[in-house]
């Protein structure tokens, strides 16, 4: 019986590749631009001309929520590769790998939060992720109605304002929002570390409670859509079989993407004052806020796998894909960077920087990043970051150096 092993990089697909690094790209900005600029903290600069008020739009329009939605998706897939490769290995033995793998993430993830930036998804994701064992053997289209009911019921529940109020009255957070918003504040721009770390913690605890009720199901939802692409096999040997379906999906998502992310915009104008104090219709702008998240992160997806079939956007698209090949080096390395222009430790830079100004730095940081990943994966064979996890999960040191391999 062959033992497991890590997925060697001519085993990869480079569309799953290029739509992680797609979805980095996106989280990076939205990281950027809603927390650690200051905006979180009702700290940052406000949009005063028009090319801020741009920069707010389309971050808003098309990366939040859509990029998150993407490695979630993703998270869930390669679950389901896990599986597919395990074949049929006893259960016990799946679980226990898979268990590893978890436990890891959750240290380097913990590690992340307390250390270096809060607003780690890493150890968010590891908790979550063991609800995916309960459907190793369901079937698909279970796998698919559990999806959508945890993305859209718990969302739509709290979306009542009055149950909404009930949960976060009896939820841990602060008492004077205002006040611990200036306590974080003075302990990111400050230099003692000490300090930093309790804030950091006291701010996990505070917004996991705060949306505790719908974002953990919201996680597990993601990751059993992205279990059922795997189990499907849509993106084996980078979805030729499945061009048609992508299609669709392209057309259908920018369709319910579009038309969620106009009402999203509209729904900050005065247009919609008085129909917001419906409960119809707060229903009913949460529930299309979701078909927005994933129909555009499906059509973002689909267009990828689209283009990778034709030889010169495939040859532009694979920029990305070193980038998608050490996801957990190049989140980690963000927060380095990012910590760095706004923390205290470096430029301090936290409230001075508007909406241009943050996604100019996000597409400078992560251009460094491709460049970084180009010339590391030359050289070895995973991130850095990648290799201590799978050295940790299979309990033997992982060869690191490498020839260099085509990207299939």
Same mark, same amino acid.
């Given at each position: ?275 917001? &104090?419906? /409960?119809?219709?707060? +229903? #009913?702008? =949460?529930?299309?806020?979701? *078909? $927005?998240?994933?129909?555009? @992160? ?48 470096? &430029?301090? /830079?936290?409230?001075? +920087? #508007?909406? =241009?100004?943050?996604?100019? *730095? $996000?597409?400078?940081?992560? @251009? ?41």
């Amino acid at each position: 019986m062959a033992e497991y092993r890590p997925v060697a990089p001519p085993e990869r697909v480079a569309a799953l590749d290029v739509i992680r690094g797609w979805a980095l790209l996106g989280v990076l900005i939205a990281n950027i631009h809603e927390v650690l600029s200051g905006r979180y903290y009702e700290l940052a600069a406000r949009d005063t001309t028009a090319i801020d008020l741009a920069a707010t739009r389309f971050i808003e329009i098309v990366i939040s929520g859509k990029s998150i939605t993407l490695l979630t998706f993703l998270f869930g897939l390669g679950f389901a590769v896990q599986l597919l490769r395990a074949g049929e290995r006893s259960e016990r033995a799946v679980r226990r790998l898979f268990m590893r793998r978890l436990a890891v993430l959750f240290a380097i993830g913990v590690g992340h939060a307390a250390l270096l930036w809060w607003g780690d998804v890493t150890s968010s994701y590891a908790v979550v992720g063991v609800a995916l064992l309960a459907f190793r053997r369901a079937r698909d289209r279970t796998v698919l109605v559990w999806a959508l009911a945890l993305i859209f019921v718990p969302r739509l529940v709290m979306a009542v304002p009055a149950i909404r109020e009930a949960m976060r009255a009896v939820l841990p957070h602060p008492e004077d929002r205002g006040a611990f918003n200036a306590q974080m504040v003075a302990a990111i721009l400050g230099h003692d570390y000490t300090v930093r770390i309790s804030a950091h913690l006291r701010q996990v605890l505070y917004y996991l409670a705060g949306v505790a009720p719908w974002y953990f199901p919201w996680l597990l939802g993601r990751f059993l859509l992205g279990y059922w692409a795997g189990m499907r096999h849509l993106f084996v040997d980078g979805g030729v079989a499945h061009l048609p379906v992508f299609r669709r999906l392209l057309i259908w998502g920018l369709v319910f993407g579009v038309a969620g992310s106009a009402m999203a915009v509209v729904r900050r104008s005065s247009l919609m004052a008085d129909v917001e &104090l419906l /409960l119809p219709a707060q +229903l #009913g702008l =949460a529930a299309l806020g979701e *078909l $927005a998240f994933l129909g555009l @992160a499906a059509a973002y997806a689909s267009a990828i796998v689209l283009l990778m079939q034709r030889s010169r956007p495939r040859r532009y698209l694979l920029v990305l894909a070193p980038v998608g090949r050490m996801p957990l080096t190049t989140y980690l390395s963000q927060s380095v960077a990012t910590t760095f222009v706004f923390y205290g430790w470096g &430029l301090g /830079l936290t409230g001075t +920087l #508007g909406s =241009a100004g943050c996604l100019a *730095l $996000a597409v400078v940081i992560f @251009a460094l990043q491709i460049v970084a990943s180009h010339w590391w994966l030359r050289r070895f064979r995973f991130g850095p970051v990648e290799w201590l996890w799978r050295t940790l999960v299979y309990r033997r040191v992982q060869p690191m150096r490498c020839q260099r391999e085509p990207v299939r």
